[in-house]
């Protein structure tokens, strides 16, 4: 039974991710004069672009530890998913960049980008206090000596415990802490869904949103069957305006 209810959650998620897909693929065509993608892209567009792949990158070496080490074979299928889902999500932002003539990488601070383009954001990760979770390590914030640079990603030493485990304690890990990479994630997804420029960006994050959030909520349900609780996160507070 428990795996039948989280095969119809993942079917659900699933479909989320197709039909971000395929709104992508699906947009109205535009002029060439408002860019390839439909809009002239701001620093918020690219920012957000070049920052998810960074964190797309580690979500997907999360997922192949999780599929590879885990024993769960409803866990497994996630993070299946996952890899599936965010590898093709990363070629698409690799495509916009490319298309934009902008930089794969971002050689300055990490979600700076939130501070662009006259909306009231926040100063890159500089600017997240101590309260809102930016230097409390502990509670899923930043700390760049140990690889942590945006919130909500795993340490190098998280990274290297969940290699070292098998069987139901990697089952338990990984989903532990793709749940707060996730939980992570949304800060720049939600920014970017109503602050970028280019539609195409804006209806992909907040698509990403969606699904994500979604397997959030299925990731906790499986969490909470093993008798383990996800870790502690605290969201960076969204700049208003």
Known sequence: MRGTVVLAALAAVVLLAVGATLGVAL???RSASAGPLGGTPSAVDVGFAQDMIVHHNQGVLLAHYGELDGTDPDTRTVAYDINYTQTAQLG???GWLALWGAPQVDSGTPMAWMSAGGHGGMAGMAGMSASAGATDTAAGGIDPANGVIMPGMASNADIA???SLRGKASDVFFLQLMIRHHQGGAVMMQ????????????????????TQSSEISVMTQMLSGMGGRPLPFTAPVLPTG
């Open 27 to 29: 947009a109205p065509q």
């Open 92 to 94: 698409q932002m690799q």
């Open 161 to 163: 415990k969940l290699k």
């Open 191 to 210: 920014y970017a869904a109503a602050h970028a420029d280019v539609p195409t960006v804006r209806n992909f994050a907040g698509k990403m949103l969606e």
